[in-house]
């Protein structure tokens, strides 16, 4: 297993991965769902891996996509594991990837919104809810939560 930064064709299989992944959010509502999914369609994607001060890694067990996770500075802004790989450790192991990478860069904590759904995965991985929230995409409005991560010393 590896992790390999993501490129411009990997849009299509990471936009299948998030479709995938969400199948089985029943928190949020419809609406919020297909706003999730217009943010993350391929032509989004891409667009989001032309961003520099954006990273985006793919989680890969030979070719095949199990996870995928991008940040900027301290914030996670995406993280998705496949349906069938949810609730294996994949997720734990995405997240202690990033964290790393965000510590190494010198911040003391790490911020993410997480989803309805996610929000008792991230809690078990010591993140603390900051508030209720909402991020605004420019195909609606999701409900989230602000949560943080401080880092030991």
Known sequence: MKFVKAKIEDAKRCNYLIRNSIQTNAKNTQKELSAI??????????????????????????EFLIGYVAFKDNEVLSLYVAKRFQNKGFGRKI?????????????????????????????????????NSTHKTPF????????KKSFSQ
Request: with cysteine; proline share 0%.
């Open 37 to 62: 999914l217009k943010n993350n369609s391929v032509t989004c994607l891409k667009q989001k891996f032309l961003e520099k001060e954006r990273n985006s890694y793919l989680l890969l067990d030979k």
């Open 95 to 131: 997240l202690f990837f990033i964290e790393k990478k965000i510590r190494k860069k010198g911040f003391r904590n790490v911020k993410l919104e997480s989803s309805l759904s996610a929000r008792d995965f991230y809690e078990k991985q010591g993140y603390k809810v900051l508030s």
């Open 140 to 147: 609606g409005n999701i409900r989230c939560f602000l949560m």
